[in-house]
Every structure is written in C-alpha cells, then in structure tokens.
C-alpha cells in the first residue's frame, strides 16, 4: 500500500545557537540550502510566534519579544524541514 506523509528530511548541520538564548539567536546551516526558504519560530501549543524569509546559511533573529520559555525553530526550503528545540531564558 501506499504510506502517505509529511517529508521531514534534514536540512543539514543545522544549529541554533546560544541555547539557552537571551535577546537573539543565530541559525547555522553548514551546507547550501535554498535562499526561498523560511524560519519560523513555535511555542510549545503550536502557535507561531516569529516567522522571516531565510536569506543566507548563517543567520540571527532578533528574539527579545519573546517571554521566557521553550520554542521550535523550523527551516523550510525545497531541501526539506528541520526543527530544532531553543530555550528563552533571561
């Protein structure tokens, strides 16, 4: 039978960094990705909170609106999706 899904491959050697973070983060993609992609940022009951076109492999947002708690960091491109988990913590 056919499996139906949602393709969750990895964009490749993503970190997101300081974890626990502050005011701002940076997302690191050591490999090319594509340049129409997007990162948005999630809390824990799924709502999205901060979302901007992914414009180069390093990149820092600006995360000082955000309270204090656990966030989900996502990238989109045509490579795939890949999540990683961040801590706000001040």
Do not use: W
């Amino acid at each position: 039978g056919n499996v139906a899904g949602i393709n969750e491959s990895s964009v490749h050697n993503m970190q997101v960094y300081p974890n626990p973070a502050k005011n701002q983060i940076t997302i690191e993609c050591s490999d090319a990705i594509d340049q129409n992609g997007t990162i948005t940022i999630v809390n824990l009951i799924g709502q999205t909170v901060y979302s901007e076109p992914l414009v180069s492999n390093k990149q820092t947002l600006n995360i000082e609106q955000l309270d204090n708690g656990i966030y989900f960091v996502t990238i989109r491109s045509k490579e795939g999706t890949t999540t990683q988990k961040v801590v706000v913590n001040r």
